[in-house]
């Protein structure tokens, strides 16, 4: 099942991410994958304030992995410079994906088949210099409650 969302602003983005957050459960994993630049952090920033967290997320590119605090303990994940999934294997993530917080992966795309099946997935494109296509995809009844919820805060939904 999928959802097609329009962005029309990095602020829009990071409200859609707190719509979604608010869903997440522990033990979720949400996979982010787009162009540069296409608002996956934006995202995750939305996505940690919708699961209740006072941090900022920055792009964990030279870092990772960064563990942020909420109601439950969520991990940001960078994989921009993944060199092969023998790179994501000597990370040793599965106690992260299969543990008792929340992941989330920018660059997904990168390890797509390393991840559980019942990943909650957004892929972004460009529209315009503004606009962007967000597509959520995921195998559950929570992904027709978010875009309820996204219809009910008149984001335009395609």
Known sequence: MTLTVVSTSESNTIKIGKIIGSFI????VILLSGDLGSGKTKMTQ????GIGS??????????????YEAKFPIYHMDLYRLEGIESLERMQIDEYLYGD???IVEWANKANKSFPNKSLTVDF????????K???GWPSDRLEKIGREITRSMIPVN
């Open 54 to 67: 006072d941090d900022f997320a920055r792009s964990p590119t030279f870092v990772l992995i960064t563990e």
């Open 101 to 103: 917080g929340v992941c």
């Open 134 to 136: 967000i597509d959520i």
């Open 25 to 28: 459960s522990p033990g979720d």
């Open 46 to 49: 939305g996505i940690i304030k």
């Open 125 to 132: 494109s460009f529209l315009s210099e503004n606009q962007r």
